[in-house]
């Protein structure tokens, strides 16, 4: 039997990581971007305020980046700490994108921002503006890597599993890159990292202005995050990656727990606006529903249904069924590799071979199941309702503000040029200001909304979690979550300090950074005057 | 879709790139760990400590990929050797990841404040964050070597039966020592040939050549270790090196000794534990003359003949089992499917030559010594 404490720890341990490492990541992945747009000006115009603009934003940049990169040391090798069963059963396919990233990514990435911050006097001006494109792509391309491998775990598509290796094993490469939850998933997650970078920047540049300080490096920092927001606003709301919930049926699962949609309804499907979902009763209270629109977005479609719970857990029930048969013909494999009959059933039921391991939370031989144990370890396959419901309301619902959020920034920028008659500018911006950690807050309850709502499968209908963890013990665990959690909490706090105190000292260069000793800069150094 | 190159070829290719990988970390971010470690000693006072910090500023960052991408590679190459021995390590691994985690945050956050107090700490972090790590992965090295407590189940699920502090004894901690001295020396070549010449230059040459004379020694007594107190492993009958990957399809017994079997076997594989002694040799005579490649050319011919050896001694072995020797991961049941193997090998092909020219290029940008000017004038500077 699996002992489920050991379980839970190292869930919480991975997501408490995990979370971490993304509250650095999105600002990594919009910034470097951003910086690429302020150099390419500075490049292009040749004015001195660009490069004031783009050294400032990247100090702050190279605060954040560091201990994106640190945590993310982390997660590579949690895989195997923690989910050691998981690293041997699906190693073959989901390393693959693991090592890419480090080769075609991670390097890009590393090597590069090395000359980013050191290269500003030994290489030109467009060797510099191509070292911070290249810092761009590599982190950009790192998330593409990282969400190719996340994405199979949502639809593991390309492989089958071997009973003589006893684990998953590729058999299209292709169709695990050009998974289509994955690059749905890479869309919306990247657009998402630029939308909270254009919320950074707009922030930090509205307080400038309001106290009257740098102005005119706020100013035009305001505009690019402004158009740059917009666009991003835009593209993580029409691009969000619910395209990818029709495919199988965890994914289907996904939706209807998120929805709260207990039963299939006539397509097109409506969408809850509110609702009170009860797990116990099974049903959605005081629901406001608006009609057509869920079956729109998710089938792209007027006809496509949209399954509920109650079906697809029927559903789930057949397949453990099936799956039952299929551990059972690998069973007699282990046994005897050359046993012909054995290999035939299993071909006929290998795809329900992971429905029939959801048994084993409840016993150790899956094959002994009764229909009341199949029948509760089909309903094992709905995610925990009314966190996915609320999760989803929350971040679609800041989605949403965004993109009047920013459409008001740039018509600021642009049409009123920072002036508005009735003290309008000012109240937005002292609004920017506080709005500074919102877009944190969705991007995590999206990681939290994709990662629960995979459950209780770490691959979807492949490997359920439980049983892909490590045979450590409890003490072991929780040495480790104190560990992380004292580490992560220290760096957390000298990091949020660093910040505030860049930006509070705002874009001037006065003096060797690293130095102990107030000197006057390098000439090349100076700044443009505050106006 | 067949690959056209057969399995045991491509387990060997990925036996051979695992190896390169880890003489890879070794070479470049192997000097970082050196220089963190040596941090405390060759430099005193701040700005001496900065010169040591910058002349690994710009390129520490892209040196640290070598260990993500060794992890990456062995989770696709290697998922059943990356999935026991991170979990079988426990601890220890969370030991490096916390200094590895300290490390690339000292070197960045250092420099952010002026106070004397707020850089003393984050010296120490560096130095831990050199030091730990060097001295784990030795003493992890020494555990394969005497292999590790772990069984697999029919279902291949790995039990460990091992505790922290078990694993420390004479051969896993003369392994950390010389891996902690062979980083230390490769370290102090990069200093002496990367900061300008003065006191920091001699402190690190010095240092240096303790290190290389500590390191030739430990690598002996290591010789000495393996021919009287026998550790080794070998295969039983015969094994398909192109069967499935699968410990329960071949047999595997303990064997005392049979690590030296391959040197007797095959007489060429000698060259490896030679170029260990050749190369600490050579980075001390280049140390004493003051010939600064010539220090680091050796440096790094130690690292890797000594991991060669290392590598060479187990072959086929990659994680014994030491409470079930039948449990035992070696490069003939240990690896991916044909397929990935293949497909992974490509894209090695392609991107690893690209990551090789931007890194030399990154190199050559950042050429030149680093001197008590830079520190005092460049607002870049760590």
């Not at chain 1, 400032?56 to 923690?82: D, H, Q, R, S």
């Amino acid at each position: 039997m699996v002992d489920m404490a050991v379980i839970e720890l190292s869930r919480l341990q991975f997501a408490l990581t995990a979370l971490y490492h993304f509250l650095f990541v999105p600002l990594t992945l919009g910034l470097s971007f951003m910086l690429v747009i302020m150099e390419s000006i500075y490049v292009m115009t040749d004015r001195p305020v660009w490069r004031v603009v783009t050294r400032f934003w990247g100090k702050l940049f190279a605060i954040n980046f560091v201990l994106g990169v640190a945590t993310g040391i982390t997660m590579e090798f949690e895989f195997g700490t923690n989910w050691s069963y998981f690293s041997h059963y699906v190693g073959d396919i989901f390393g693959a994108p693991l090592a890419i990233e480090g080769l075609m990514a991670f390097f890009l990435e590393a090597t590069f921002v090395g000359m980013m911050f050191f290269g500003w006097d030994r290489l030109s001006k467009r060797q510099h503006l191509f070292t911070t494109f290249m810092v761009a792509l590599g982190s950009n391309l790192s998330a593409l890597w990282i969400l190719v491998a996340n994405g199979w775990m949502q639809h593991p598509t390309g492989s089958h599993f071997n009973p003589d290796t006893m684990r998953m094993e590729v058999t299209d490469f292709g169709a695990v890159i050009f998974n289509p939850v994955a690059q749905a998933k890479f869309v919306h997650t990247v657009s998402a990292g630029y939308v909270c970078a254009s919320v950074f920047v707009l922030g930090v540049s509205s307080y400038y202005i309001l106290r009257g300080k740098w102005v005119a490096v706020a100013k035009r920092s305001f505009t690019v995050a402004a158009a740059f927001g917009l666009a991003s606003a835009l593209s993580v709301v029409v691009l969000g990656d619910e395209s990818g919930y029709t495919l199988t049926d965890n994914q289907r699962m996904k939706l209807a727990s998120l929805e709260a949609m207990w039963h299939t309804e006539p397509a097109p499907a409506g969408i809850a606006l509110f609702g009170i979902p009860s797990m116990e009763g099974r049903k959605t209270l005081y629901e406001v529903k608006v009609p057509y629109v869920l079956g729109l977005i998710s089938t792209r479609s007027l006809t496509g249904q949209v399954a509920g719970i109650d079906e697809l857990v029927v559903k789930a029930e057949t397949r453990i069924e099936s799956g039952i048969k299929a551990y059972d013909a690998v069973e007699r494999l282990k046994v005897n590799r050359g046993d012909m009959a054995a290999r035939a059933v299993f071909e006929e039921h290998k795809l329900d071979l992971g429905y029939a391991m959801l048994l084993k939370r409840f016993m150790p031989d899956p094959r002994k199941a009764t229909p009341a144990d199949i029948e509760k370890a089909a309903w094992t396959t709905v995610p925990n309702v009314p966190v996915m419901f609320w999760l989803f309301r929350a971040m679609a619902g800041l989605g949403f503000f965004f993109i009047a959020f920013f459409g008001a920034a740039f018509w600021m920028a642009t049409i009123r040029r920072f002036g508005c008659a009735n003290g309008f500018c000012r109240l937005f911006m002292r609004a920017a200001v506080w709005i500074i950690p919102l877009p944190w807050m969705a991007i995590e309850a999206g990681w939290v909304l994709a990662e629960i709502g995979r459950q209780p499968w770490a691959i979807d209908g492949v490997l359920p979690t439980f049983l892909g963890a490590s045979s450590l013990t409890v003490p072991q665990i929780w040495t480790t979550i104190i560990g992380f959690t004292a580490l992560y909490g220290t760096l957390a706090v000298i990091e949020v300090r660093l910040m505030l105190a860049a930006i509070a000292h705002g874009p001037i260069e006065d003096r060797a950074s690293g130095g102990t000793h107030s000197q006057p800069a390098h000439p090349a150094y100076a700044a443009v005057p505050a106006e | 879709m067949v690959p056209p190159i057969d399995y045991e070829t491509l387990r060997v290719i990925w036996w051979l790139l695992m190896g390169v990988l880890l003489i890879g970390f070794a070479l470049t971010d192997g000097f970082d760990l050196g220089v963190a470690a040596l941090l405390p000693f060759v430099a005193k006072s701040d700005e001496e400590r900065r010169m040591v910090i910058n002349a690994v500023g710009a390129t520490w960052e892209g040196n640290q990929v070598w260990f993500i991408l060794g992890g990456g590679a062995i989770f696709a190459a290697w998922p059943f050797v990356y999935a026991v021995s991170f979990s079988g390590f426990y601890l220890a691994m969370f030991l490096v990841l916390a200094a590895l985690i300290l490390r690339p945050v000292g070197f960045k956050y250092r420099s952010k404040r002026p106070d004397a107090k707020w850089r003393a700490r984050w010296d120490w972090a560096l130095f831990v964050g050199g030091l730990v790590p060097a001295l784990v992965f030795g003493v992890a090295v020494g555990n394969v070597l005497t292999g590790v407590p772990f069984r697999l189940d029919s279902d291949l699920r790995a039990f460990y039966e091992g505790t922290l502090l078990g694993l420390f004894h004479p051969l896993s901690l003369l392994a950390g020592l010389l891996s902690v001295a062979m980083l230390v020396l490769h370290g102090a070549a990069w200093l002496a040939l990367k900061i300008e010449h003065g006191t920091v230059h001699d402190r690190a040459q010095r240092f240096g050549q303790i290190a290389a004379l500590a390191a030739i020694a430990l690598f002996a007594l290591g010789g000495v270790m393996m021919a009287t107190m026998g550790y080794g492993f070998r295969l039983e009958g015969a094994a398909d090196p192109a069967g499935p990957s699968n410990p329960h399809l071949m047999t595997m017994l303990a064997a005392p000794g049979a690590w030296l079997a391959n040197f007797s076997a095959h007489p060429w594989m000698l060259a490896a534990p030679l170029l260990g002694f050749a190369g600490p040799l050579l980075a001390l005579a280049g140390m004493r003359a003051r010939r600064e490649v010539m220090a680091f050319g050796g440096s790094s011919a130690a690292a890797a003949g000594i991991i060669g050896t290392v590598g060479l001694s187990m072959f086929p072995f990659i994680l014994p089992s030491s409470i079930d020797p039948a449990s035992s991961l070696t490069v003939w049941n240990a690896s991916s499917s044909h397929m990935t193997l293949f497909i992974m090998l490509l894209v090695t092909c392609v991107f690893l030559p690209i990551v090789l020219a931007y890194t030399a290029w990154a190199y050559k940008v950042m050429f030149g010594r680093v001197t008590l000017h830079d520190v005092r004038t460049n607002p870049d500077f760590y």
